[in-house]
Nanobody
Framework: VQLQASGGGLVQPGGSLKLSCGAS????????MGWFRQAPGKEREFVSG????????RYADSVKGRFTISRDNAKNTVYLQMNSLKPEDTAIYYC?????????????????????WGQGTQVTVSS
């Protein structure tokens, strides 16, 4: 499956952005999907994930209550709505498709569970 992330940009603290990740190729709906981010000088970290059905979701503690993940299997797209953005949310955001737990309600948080990765979209939170 090929993934294309979009929707990043420059936003002021407290603002909002909605990231999208479109998928093509193999059957999108069987994959769990995740969003990760990587800031300069830091390791890639899990942000949020959603099961193939959309029923199960997980969030990093740092984004709980501010970010919402969703998916539309008819459109082969997963979204990340980001509200109340903070400067520490600044990073390149990557979407990824999970092979390890595909078809289950388990949402992986480790990058190793995700085999397919998009190219990333830059999110900068600054005044």
């Amino acid at each position: 499956v090929q993934l294309q992330a979009s929707g990043g940009g420059l936003v002021q603290p407290g603002g909002s952005l909605k990231l999208s990740c479109g998928a093509s190729g193999r059957t999108f709906s069987r994959y769990g999907m995740g969003w990760f981010r990587q800031a300069p000088g830091k390791e890639r970290e899990f942000v949020s994930g959603i099961s193939w059905s959309g029923v199960s979701t997980r969030y990093a503690d740092s984004v709980k209550g501010r970010f919402t993940i969703s998916r539309d299997n008819a459109k082969n797209t997963v979204y990340l709505q980001m509200n109340s953005l903070k400067p520490e949310d600044t990073a390149i955001y990557y979407c990824a498709a999970d092979e390890l737990f595909s078809g289950t309600e388990v949402v992986g948080t480790a990058p190793i569970a995700y085999v397919h990765w998009g190219q990333g979209t830059q999110v900068t939170v600054s005044s």
